[in-house]
């Protein structure tokens, strides 16, 4: 069975940056993997964050372009999410998850931006 685990989230000031780990195990072609990072703020539905195929073109929401960065490691099953200059309407649970399986959600990362 394939899992998703993520980690690197944390409390962090305005302005602040922080690097959120994906790591997939189980049966799965990772290389071939449309992963992306969601997240979901209290009381609110989960959105699309950013996402990168198997060719490492990568997407964003408008709210996150030039401050957040996707990137893979098809050796490690990893992908990563550069989170920088972070605004206190970043703050959520972030998940990470392939596109076209709809994988099981993982137990997600929480990211508190706060002073």
């Known amino acids: 069975q394939v899992q998703l685990v993520e980690s690197g989230g944390g409390l962090v000031q305005p302005g602040g940056s922080l690097k959120l780990s994906c790591t997939v195990s189980g049966s799965i072609t990772f290389e071939s993997s449309y992963m992306a990072w969601y997240r979901q703020a209290p009381g609110a539905q989960r959105e699309l964050v950013a996402h990168?195929?198997?060719?490492?073109?990568?997407a964003y929401v408008d709210s996150v372009k030039g401050r957040f960065t996707i990137f893979r490691d098809n050796i490690k099953n990893t992908i990563y999410l550069q989170m920088n200059s972070l605004k206190p309407d970043d703050t959520a649970v972030y998940y990470c998850?392939?596109?076209?399986?709809?994988?099981?959600w993982g137990q997600g990362t929480q990211v508190t931006v706060s002073s």
């Open positions: 998850n392939d596109i076209d399986e709809g994988l099981n």
């Open positions: 990168i195929n198997k060719d490492y073109s990568q």
